[in-house]
């Protein structure tokens, strides 16, 4: 069935035409009907046409999967229209995830050896975009041959395959590396590019090549060198800079050999300086190669006064009007601000000016920027500046900025107090963005801070009657409140004298406890710091029973539990309730990167009571220390302690067990067997660390004038118990008193059941075998107890 | 409007021909500089190529466009420096398909 299908331009005409994605959809459906019944009648004529449609379908959007076999069809045709729409097919459909892509190798194989220039660079490029690691082994030999063609057109495209290569499967490098050398010698711009690329790669996939290579740096100096001194070409410049493209490969090569290589970076030290002076950067052509220089200069071992040059002209660049240049400026002296830190500082005004800039790209790296460039010298106005543009930045960078100025101010803060303002100006700016260890850090500051007490709490207290929207900050300012609520109704000279009532200050509380914007954690906090607030204030504690009364049927099951045991602390333990709320010891935390340690709670000291208790212990009995350790730390039910700090503590007595074994609760042995001079003898051993194991050594001595020959000892005990018998040392008990045998039995009685053992012997003695059984009469009790 | 985004571990370039947004996405360690002279210079071939070109031209034609861009670029790597080779060797390229290429618009130089 013939259908007259849509041309390829009438089909976009008609597809463009289309008012809604639904019509869209169904012009394109027909469409790829027809597309694949004609797939299946196989017209091999029409069959170009027909994927060309389809890879405008998969282009926006639509599957096109069936057409995959097509291309493969399509390559391998003589025709070149056929091959041209067939590996492009390849390039967008194929790729490889899917099994069939390794098909098109055999077709590729033939063109690349068989095929005409342009027929070679089509194979050529579909290996280098799509190529996966088997395919790059199957045609490695192939592409080599390419490389070595006379022909610049196809070699140029063969170095570009053998990069995509090299990357895809480095073992192959050791194919691609020793044309390289003379390959550098052409005067091909694309071939020389190309074999920069491919240098490059081998050099990063392999140190051996690295050092191989860098005794072609003089020769890439050269070419640069050429390229920048004789006359602009139009064919290859742009807007009065030669070739820009090579100019930038070629420095980013001198980069890579130059790394950390004294020799190839004096090589290169002069030119370097020349490039950077000369390149006309009226046009983005020679910023981008200066860039490269600056680059390059940076990250190599250059002379002192080149580094000096090349920060200069990052400086320049920070000046520059083009956004695109202040922003390449900024990610470079970023990545400086490490090793070359006062060279960066020199233009730390500058960077802080791009804080201003709307583009969000800009002003990301100007924060980033910023914050590494803050020190001891400079924090107070940076920190000013930054505060500022916290005020206006984009949410996204909000967080960055806030945790940014407070990691700043934690390490270079000049006074407690300044520290302080600093938090809570950004709690109250951006509060909602800060982390969440925010506020116990501040709550550790202000706690550490005594002589700031009042000035923090009036601080907070303040802010807080202004917005109780931000979490953080009520969450600090309500324990503030708490804590030293007292200070709130003093006089403080550093703030401006206000008369703060013990009715506002309940009110306060009360609602930040009842409003919905804040979270059940904050709720916790004021009713906590209500409850502190009875002990503090000196008025009389009626309503504060009656908020904590009420809330002792909240629906929220941790403000419920508290208020229903602040309400017993009124009832019943009044006498109690000042002790208990009494100011909190201030909390052991160390710099912020520490984490383990528990977060401003009290059991830390109680616990720190208990550990200091385990050293002053008696020595004398190893197995009832380390029961009591098992009974403290079992004791502490609500936060498992950490068993690290104080380290005097229990741990060296865990590990301070002695070495040898524990006399043990002396049993008596037992002679349990005699016959002509042969005697058994039991030995009980109880192991203090195992109360269920039982170890019977028997000994088997012999005092006749026979050697006691083939001994089997046996031995059965009740069902409930366990018996392992260990091999003996020997079978043999020489005569007249000699070695004795000894055997070692492991009894397992975990039930306490009463012990009885039933022993069996053989043995040869005076020519006679002799066999016993018998059970073991009186056996100790406390060999089962 | 700075030309530089930042998208997962890649950089996206972009520069904005009338109404269309010419995208590249380049590795960390690339130039973002001359990615954009890339660009640039692709648009060139395109429009010595078409002759003027505007945007109906790329849609008609999208299999010329990566025709042409086949020529610039290999494997994601700038092959050829030489603009006039690169038109040159489409040209050729040209050539070489029959001349019943009915679906495809003849280019006007």
């Keep these: 069935m013939v259908v007259s299908s849509l041309k390829l331009h009438d089909l976009i005409e008609e597809i463009r035409g289309a008012k809604t994605q639904a019509q869209e959809r169904e012009v394109i459906q027909k469409e790829c009907a027809h597309i ?48 041209r729409v067939g590996y492009l097919g390849a390039m967008l459909l194929l790729d490889e995830r899917h099994d069939a892509h390794l098909l098109i190798t055999n077709s590729i194989k033939n063109d690349l050896n068989h095929g005409i220039q342009p027929v070679q660079g089509l194979a050529l490029c579909t290996l280098s975009t799509m190529g996966s690691a088997e395919m790059c082994r199957d045609l490695a030999t192939e592409v080599e041959k390419l490389l070595l063609q006379p022909g610049p057109y196809v070699r140029k495209k063969a170095i570009l395959a053998a990069v995509h290569m090299v990357r895809k499967v480095p073992e192959l490098s050791d194919i691609f590396l020793p044309p390289c050398a003379k390959l550098l010698h052409e005067h091909h711009h694309g071939i020389l590019l190309g074999t920069i690329t491919l240098i490059m790669e081998l050099c990063q996939r392999s140190p051996a090549a690295l050092r191989h290579f860098q005794k072609v740096v003089p020769k890439l100096v050269q070419i640069l060198r050429t390229l920048v001194t004789t006359g602009y070409s139009k064919e290859h410049g742009i807007s009065g800079v030669s070739d820009p493209f090579l100019q930038v490969q070629i420095l980013r090569l001198l980069r890579i050999l130059g790394r950390n290589h004294e020799e190839s970076s004096e090589t290169m030290n002069d030119l370097l300086a020349q490039v950077a002076t000369n390149t006309n950067t009226s046009r983005n052509a020679g910023s981008a190669v200066l860039f490269e220089t600056v680059l390059t200069i940076m990250d190599i071992r250059s002379a002192a006064g080149l580094r000096v040059l090349a920060v200069n002209i990052l400086g320049h660049f920070l000046l520059n009007s083009d956004k695109n240049i202040r922003y390449v400026a900024l990610t470079s002296l970023l990545r400086l601000v490490q090793s070359d830190h006062s060279a960066v500082q020199r233009h730390r005004s500058t960077v802080v000016e791009c804080l201003r800039e709307t583009d969000a ?29 916290l005020k206006s930045c984009p949410p996204d960078l909000r967080a960055d900025c806030a945790s940014g100025i407070l990691l700043a101010a934690e390490r270079f803060a000049p006074t407690k107090r300044w520290h302080i303002d600093t938090i809570l100006h950004v709690l109250t700016m951006a509060g909602t963005y800060v982390r969440d260890d925010a506020v116990a850090n501040l709550t550790q500051l202000i706690g550490g801070a005594q002589e700031l007490h009042a000035y923090s709490v009036r601080r907070l207290y303040h802010a807080l009657a202004r917005d109780i929207s931000q979490q953080p900050l009520v969450q600090v300012a309500t324990w503030c409140i708490g804590e030293y609520g007292d200070f709130l109704l003093e006089n403080c000279e ?77 009832q019943k333990y009044d006498h109690m309730r000042a002790a208990i709320l009494e100011k909190m010891p201030l909390v052991e935390h160390s710099s912020p990167q520490a984490d383990e340690k528990a977060k401003g709670s009290r059991e830390v000291a109680p616990l720190s009571e208990d550990q200091a208790l385990v050293p002053t212990e008696p020595q004398t009995s190893k ?3 380390l029961l009591d350790l098992l009974d403290d730390t079992s004791g502490d039910t609500r936060q498992p302690p950490p068993l690290q700090p104080s380290p005097e503590g229990g741990v060296v007595h865990l590990l301070d067990l002695p070495s040898t074994p524990p006399p043990p609760a002396s049993i008596p042995t037992l002679k349990v067997f005699e016959r002509e001079g042969v005697r058994l003898n039991l030995s009980f051993t109880r192991p203090p660390g195992t109360p269920a194991l039982l170890l019977i050594t028997v000994t088997t001595t012999n005092s006749s004038e026979d050697d006691v020959t083939h001994f089997i000892c046996q031995a059965a005990v009740p069902k409930s118990l366990q018996l392992q018998l260990q091999a003996p040392s020997g079978s043999t008990a020489t005569a007249r008193g000699g070695l004795p045998i000894t055997q070692l039995f492991r009894i397992l009685n975990p039930n306490k059941a009463p012990l009885r053992l039933k022993l069996r012997l053989t043995y040869n003695h005076f020519g006679q075998s002799v066999q016993e059984i018998f059970e073991v009469n009186n056996l100790p009790v406390e060999t089962w107890q | 409007m700075c030309s530089f985004l930042e998208w997962r571990d890649l950089k996206i370039v972009y520069k904005r021909y009338a109404s269309l947004y010419f995208c590249c996405a380049i590795e960390d360690q690339d130039n973002e500089l001359i990615t954009l002279e890339i660009i640039h210079r692709y648009v060139e071939l395109l429009d010595k190529y078409f002759g003027s070109v505007c945007e109906l031209d790329i849609i008609f034609n999208f299999e010329k466009a990566y025709f042409i861009l086949d020529e610039f670029l290999l494997g994601g790597e700038v092959q050829e420096t030489s603009k006039k080779n690169v038109l040159k060797a489409i040209e050729q390229a040209d050539l070489l398909q029959e001349p019943r290429h009915e679906y495809f618009n003849v280019p006007v130089y």
Excluded: W
């Design chain 1, 36 to 83: 694949r019944a004609s797939f299946r009648d196989g017209d091999p004529v029409q069959r170009h046409r027909q994927l060309a449609k389809l890879l405008y379908v998969h282009m926006l959007g639509y599957p096109a999967h069936f057409g995959q076999m097509e291309c493969l069809k399509l390559i391998a045709s003589p025709r070149f229209i056929d091959k």
């Design chain 1, 494 to 570: 550093e703030t401006e004298p206000l008369k703060v009532e013990e009715e506002e200050v309940l009110a306060l509380l009360e609602k930040v406890l009842q409003s919905h914007m804040s979270l059940p954690a904050t709720r916790g906090y004021a009713l906590t710091a209500l409850m502190k607030l009875s002990t503090r204030l000196q008025g009389d504690t009626n309503r504060i029973r009656q908020v904590v009364s009420i809330y002792g049927s909240c629906l929220d099951v941790e403000l419920q539990q508290r208020a229903v045991e602040y309400n017993m602390l009124f």
């Design chain 1, 361 to 389: 790209s800009l002003s990301r790296r100007a924060l980033e920027l910023s914050l590494a460039l803050v020190n001891s010298s400079n924090v107070q106005d940076m920190t000013k500046e930054l505060q500022a543009f």
């Design chain 1, 623 to 625: 197995l009832s220390d």
